[in-house]
């Protein structure tokens, strides 16, 4: 089963351009995460945002979370070539012995 | 320390055959996650462990699929007289609780001739 639904489904812009990536989802949940992939092999956590906050930062990134809208923003400003890969979004249900559930991811690519 | 390994890193089998997939995951965390991927798509569900225990089968896709934990440690998905619908990326992870940030292994690449 998939939850969330990234949008769009890929992205390309230039280095030095800011990347919004969007994420919606159908359940009441704990939390949303936010991973990168490269080459599709393992995945990489980036950012977890809880249901009782509305925004946080990493570095360069920077998450929010609208639960009436059930839905949720990856920012990544000033792109690097390297930030090239597929981002996805999982959240977990607010029910305990729920798994981690994740969308279908955005790919993007940014280049030089 | 180690991360989440994965085995084998590759697998090609017949038809038919029966594969058995293993997950190491990292030393005492308590959920494991089984995922499937199929070239450029997302990550499909299949079965989450918390413990020894599976609170959520609900994605293995049918019966000739199973999975097990043992020791709250290594986990085996086994894939029974597989199809060629079954080729894709096999991804495990591993979390110290059952809701927070996942660890990944780099996944075992199953291809059914």
């Known amino acids: 089963s998939q939850q969330g639904e990234e949008d769009p489904q890929a992205l390309s812009i230039q280095e030095g351009e800011n990347a919004t990536m969007n994420c919606s989802y159908k359940?009441?949940?704990?939390?949303l995460q936010w991973y990168r992939q490269n080459s599709g092999r393992g995945l990489v956590h980036l950012i977890l945002?809880?249901?009782?906050?509305r925004e946080k930062h990493s570095g360069r990134l920077r998450v929010t979370l609208d639960t009436s809208k059930k839905s949720s923003s990856l920012l990544i400003t000033a792109s690097r070539a390297a930030d090239t890969a597929s981002y996805f979004c999982?959240?977990?249900?607010?029910?305990?012995?729920?798994?981690?559930?994740f969308g279908k991811g955005t790919t993007l690519s940014v280049s030089s | 320390g180690a991360g989440v390994s994965q085995s084998p890193s590759n697998k090609v089998t017949e038809k038919g055959k029966d594969v058995e997939l293993r997950c190491d995951p990292i030393?005492?965390?308590?959920?494991l996650y089984w995922y499937r991927q199929s070239l450029g798509q997302g990550l499909e569900f299949l079965i989450y462990?918390?413990?020894?225990?599976?609170?959520?089968k609900s994605g293995l896709p049918s019966d000739r699929f199973s999975a097990e934990r043992t020791g709250g440690s290594v986990s085996t998905l086994t894939i029974q007289r597989t199809q060629q619908e079954d080729s894709a990326v096999y991804l495990c992870?591993?979390?110290?609780?059952?809701?927070?940030?996942?660890?990944f292994g780099q996944g075992t690449r199953l291809t059914v001739v």
């Open positions: 945002i809880r249901s009782n906050e």
């Open positions: 462990f918390q413990g020894n225990s599976a609170p959520d």
């Open positions: 992870a591993s979390s110290p609780q059952g809701q927070g940030k996942a660890f």
């Open positions: 359940t009441s949940i704990n939390n």
């Open positions: 030393s005492g965390h308590t959920a």
């Open positions: 999982a959240t977990v249900d607010d029910q305990a012995g729920t798994a981690l559930i």
